[in-house]
């Protein structure tokens, strides 16, 4: 069985041998998953700025605008990722403007049930990207970029989730109680 520690200590090692070395071109592969995730970030904030203007939940919103930071970060870091390594950058919609969460119809408004599931689906979508990113990298500079990027979506994911629990807005799916469980 894999050794954690050794696990994390190898990778740093490569990751500073590899400073001195000269970058392979990237593969199509982790050209795509860079294209893919930063296309994919930029519109999970355009979700969150709706969120910011449907809710009026401070809790809701300290989160919101948390989630925005991470976004912004990981947009900033791989765009500059991609323009210097010549990749051109996707096309993406624009910044939704503020608006008073008091003026928008019951009808179009979220929920912050619905904000906060939604968050949720996207986080676990872009940290899946994360993984098949660092899974697909062969070099290390990018490699060590996912595994950044999955780490930080881990620690505001266990933050999501206790607001998720606290409010009772976690979706569980049914338990299973295999025939024979005691108590059936």
């Not at 599931?117 to 070099?139: E, H, I, M």
């Amino acid at each position: 069985m894999p050794n954690l520690f050794e696990a994390v200590f190898n990778m740093l090692k490569i990751s500073a041998d590899a400073t001195n070395e000269p970058k392979s071109p990237l593969h199509v592969f982790e050209v795509a998953d860079c294209w893919k995730y930063l296309t994919m970030v930029e519109e999970f904030i355009r979700y969150e700025e709706i969120g910011l203007n449907t809710t009026s939940d401070d809790e809701v919103k300290e989160m919101l605008t948390d989630v925005v930071k991470l976004c912004e970060s990981h947009v900033k870091r791989v765009s500059t990722f991609m323009k210097d390594e010549g990749i051109p950058l996707p096309d993406v919609t624009s910044s939704k403007p503020k608006s008073d969460p008091n003026g928008v119809p019951l009808g179009v408004k979220l929920t912050d049930d619905e904000i906060t599931n939604g968050v949720a689906f996207k986080l676990v979508t872009c940290s899946q990207v994360c993984a098949a990113g660092q899974a697909n990298a062969v070099r290390n500079d990018i490699g060590k970029m996912w595994i950044e990027f999955f780490l930080e979506w881990t620690v505001f994911g266990a933050t999501l989730k206790t607001l998720m629990q606290k409010r009772g807005w976690l979706k569980v799916p049914p338990y299973y109680n295999p025939p024979g469980f005691p108590g059936k």
